[in-house]
């Protein structure tokens, strides 16, 4: 299409539009529907016919998000989360960008019928997206935590996931999770120790005072759950359906299923802990996977994942180890005017994936 | 490589068995698919390697050749698939397929139509993501890739949630028999445009559609509102 018209004589002095904004205001009032106002507009306009036909489309669409803007409703999925949140509130998920999520997913083996354990400190998206496929059935996404308190996952109530698949998200601190069958402690340090997130951290001699008190302290609360947790959630299931509450996602993991991961291992591992350190993640959680399982660990900066992957090369932990950096390019793409944006987000994060080996020969 | 039983969980627990696929790893670039058989070896580098070896043992454990030298067995997973596959035409990697399945908000339970199969890369991360209730139709008009493609997700069990048809979608579009059922459609075609109209006549009220294009690396992304 051959343009004639550019923009030599146009002068940006604000006088082109007669229209007032009392005028527009007046039509509003009479109930003048929004595409009739633009329409008004363009009339109105003394330049709109002098410009260039990409101009003159650029100032429609222009007038209709002000005037008649249009939305679609659709359901929440994983992506559209995700891209709302980096766009709004990105720290709130650690700047987990759409694509590096998508990737956390795939390197993780992320499947139905399966025992995938997170570390989810980006708000409870991690945990939605992985739920979401996932999906009803088998298998559980459980969430584990250094300490006593479970890190926040509110974001997974954004999904609007059903009761069924809520059942899926549990949690359990890793403390529970390392105790071996017979309930005796051979607990590695990391797994009574509290994460300093922001707190002034604790010297070490105190650490390890703590460590010997905390060790007898979670024994007694290990049996008193067994029993409690039976009846709890027996009492709370019952009266819930008669009431019509649906359950909460993240409910405690149950006794019968950390007895089954002790067994069997989880089918793989997802770490997003922004405000963590990788390796000291890593060391303790690879023992909780099966053999052969992939896992994915997500990180803002570079250095504590090369740290983190020297370490499991030399430990003989894993395989298939690689770091990778996702990068993503948003294209308009109008006729003759396909073109990458003109600001495009250069830090999406980086991604330790591999494969945890037998170390038996 | 995935559970369509929904009574088994995916758990690597289980040992090798003769039959098994396993992907024997080298290096990090140097792997390798091969179906364990009791009388079979492996011939590498490091030595010769007997399968009989690797019978009852974990996946994910070192076996040793009559060198000394080692390589690592492990479980199949679509990422590893997509590295070791036999390329019959060039093939989506693990970047884009992960961000495509994503865009196109599969879960288990979605019916998703492909074309074109090509090597059955995609196909095989399509089948995790809706396993174990859903299905992927994928169509190809090449008659012998189609045949390779089926060879391919039997050896990788995940035939029972794959279906592979030979068609030319640009052509003929669609089958109509899965008119408004589809949850996604994904092409991969030279000329997908022509493909666009069928898509939508496929796709469900809120369906996503995907159209990938090697050459331009662009990403075309258009959703469907039926009656619109």
């Known amino acids: 299409m051959d343009e004639c018209r550019d923009n030599r004589a146009l002068v940006d002095n604000n006088e082109a539009q007669t229209l007032t904004s009392e005028d527009i205001d007046e039509m509003r009032r009479q109930g003048v529907k929004g595409d009739e106002i633009i329409e008004a507009l363009i009339s109105n306009s003394a330049t709109y016919e002098k410009k260039t036909a990409f101009s003159q489309e650029k100032y429609r669409i222009k007038k209709q998000k002000k005037y008649a803007p249009r939305v679609l409703l659709r359901r929440p999925s994983a992506r559209s989360i995700c891209e709302a949140y980096f766009k709004k509130y990105p720290h709130r998920i650690g700047f987990l960008r759409v694509d590096a999520l998508s990737l956390l997913l795939s390197l993780a083996n992320v499947t139905a019928n399966s025992d995938i354990l997170l570390v989810d400190m980006v708000g409870g998206l991690l945990t939605g997206a992985v739920a979401e496929r996932l999906g009803a059935g088998t298998g559980y996404v459980c969430n584990t935590y250094l300490g006593s308190s479970p890190y926040p996952v509110d974001m997974v109530r954004t999904f609007n996931f059903d009761n069924e698949i809520c059942k899926r998200i549990v949690r359990a601190?890793?403390?529970?999770?390392?105790?071996?069958?017979?309930g005796t402690s051979e607990k590695p340090d990391a797994c009574n120790a509290e994460l300093n997130v922001g707190t002034s951290e604790k010297p070490d001699a105190s650490n390890a005072e703590l460590n010997g008190q905390t060790s007898s302290i979670s024994m007694e609360e290990m049996s008193l759950p067994s029993n409690h947790e039976a009846a709890d959630s027996e009492t709370t299931v019952s009266p819930q359906s008669k009431m019509g509450k649906t359950p909460k996602a993240g409910e405690k993991a149950s006794e019968e299923a950390i007895k089954s991961w002790k067994e069997n291992g989880f089918s793989s591992l997802i770490i997003a802990a922004?405000?963590?350190?990788?390796?000291?993640?890593a060391k303790d959680l690879l023992p909780l996977l099966s053999y052969s399982a992939p896992f994915a660990i997500y990180h803002q900066y570079l250095?504590?994942?090369?740290?983190?992957?020297?370490?499991?090369?030399?430990?003989?932990?894993?395989?298939?180890?690689?770091?990778?950096?996702p990068w993503l390019r948003e294209y308009q793409v109008l006729p003759s005017r396909t073109h990458p944006l003109m600001q495009m987000s250069a830090f999406g994060g980086y991604i330790l994936s591999g494969t945890k080996i037998c170390s038996c020969s | 490589m995935l559970c369509s039983d929904g009574t088994k969980k995916l758990s690597f627990g289980g040992s090798i068995k003769d039959g098994d696929l396993v992907i024997v790893y080298e290096k990090r670039d140097v792997m390798k698919a091969v179906k364990v058989s009791e009388t079979s070896v492996l011939q590498n580098r490091f030595g010769v390697f007997k399968h009989s070896d690797w019978?009852?043992?974990?996946?994910?454990s070192k076996v040793l050749s009559n060198k000394g030298g080692y390589v690592y067995l492990l479980a199949p997973t679509p990422e590893l698939w997509t590295l070791v596959l036999s390329h019959r035409t060039q093939i989506l990697y693990i970047a884009d397929i992960s961000f495509l399945i994503t865009y196109l908000e599969i879960v288990p339970g979605s019916l998703v139509l492909e074309s074109g199969t090509g090597s059955g890369s995609l196909t095989?991360?399509?089948?995790?993501?809706?396993?174990?209730t859903g299905h992927v139709y994928t169509f190809d008009f090449h008659q012998q890739r189609a045949a390779s493609a089926r060879e391919d997700f039997?050896?990788?069990?995940v035939d029972s949630l794959v279906t592979v048809g030979v068609r030319d979608i640009q052509g003929e579009g669609f089958p109509d028999e899965y008119s408004g059922l589809a949850d996604s459609v994904f092409l991969d075609l030279p000329q997908p445009w022509l493909a666009v109209p069928s898509a939508g006549k496929m796709l469900k009220l809120d369906g996503t559609l995907e159209i990938f294009g090697h050459l331009r690396c662009s990403f075309g992304h258009l959703k469907f509102m039926k009656g619109k």
């Open chain 1, 173 to 182: 601190p890793l403390r529970d999770l390392c105790l071996d069958q017979t």
């Open chain 1, 274 to 281: 922004p405000d963590a350190d990788a390796w000291s993640l």
């Open chain 2, 154 to 157: 039997q050896s990788t069990g």
């Open chain 2, 124 to 132: 095989t991360s399509l089948a995790r993501a809706v396993a174990p």
């Open chain 1, 303 to 325: 250095q504590p994942l090369a740290t983190c992957m020297h370490n499991l090369q030399q430990g003989k932990m894993a395989i298939g180890l690689q770091i990778s950096e």
């Open chain 2, 55 to 60: 019978i009852g043992k974990p996946f994910g």
